[in-house]
T-cell receptor, first 119, second 116 residues
């Protein structure tokens, strides 16, 4: 009964490189959410996806960031041409239905996060 | 607008002391959920509790207890007889129907140090 799996756990990139963060939701969950935690701050919502669809990307920077959740495989958060300010922990959450339990009794399940460091 | 305020940035206590972490929230929704998460030094998020807006009963789970008061928009968290293993950052969070029920708004967190 695996929970949300994120990999890698730690990722180091040099400025200008691309970072790809992967999130495998709980089996049977079709809703995925990405959050970013800057150092010494709380988590901030970035994007909400269902299978093959982006539902809400209002928290995601307009440039360099993209997210997908294909029919098969994990959800991917991609950051192109990374800069120092992208250094953060990126958390993924999943749920069987939207939200934190409004339509089900299950809260979002969070992965352990990917710590991205930009040199 | 939805907002969660954790006014205490850091708290330091000695083991076995009781400690209360404050959380004040703002929402115009009548239906919403409140949460507490623990983030230990290893960095993962540990779910502690979810409370819906229609259930104002206080809850106790071992050394943890939560006091939800809609009248003051507060959802405070008390650790009784604190232990060193309680040292972590604690986040209060809110998810309201107004946001479509899928965004969770987190407070900035309270860092708790429990000294032996």
């Amino acid at each position: 009964n695996a929970g949300v799996m994120q990999n890698p756990r730690h990722l180091v990139r040099r400025r200008g490189q691309e970072a790809r963060l992967r999130c495998s939701p709980v089996k049977g969950h079709s809703h995925v959410y990405w959050y970013r935690q800057l150092p010494e701050e709380g988590l901030k919502f970035m994007v909400y996806l269902q299978k093959e669809n982006i539902i809400d990307e209002s928290g995601m920077p307009k440039e360099r960031f993209s997210a997908e959740f294909p029919k098969e495989g994990p959800s991917i958060l991609r950051i192109q041409q990374v800069v120092r300010g992208d250094s953060a922990a990126y958390f993924c959450a999943s749920s069987p239905q939207p939200g934190q339990g409004f339509y089900s009794n299950q809260p979002q399940h969070f992965g352990d996060g990917t710590r991205l460091s930009i040199l | 607008a939805q907002k969660v305020t954790q006014a205490q940035t850091e708290i330091s206590v000695v083991e076995k002391e009781d400690v209360t972490l404050d959380c004040v929230y703002e929402t115009r929704d009548t239906t919403y959920y409140l949460f507490w998460y623990k983030q230990p030094p290893s960095g993962e998020l540990v779910f502690l509790i979810r409370r819906n807006s229609f259930d104002e009963q206080n809850e106790i789970s071992g050394r943890y207890s939560w006091n939800f008061q809609k009248s003051t928009s507060s959802f405070n968290f008390t650790i009784t007889a604190s232990q060193v293993v309680d040292s972590a950052v604690y986040f209060c969070a809110l998810s309201g129907a107004n946001t479509g029920g899928f965004k969770t708004i987190f407070g900035a967190g309270t860092r708790l140090f429990v000294k032996a």
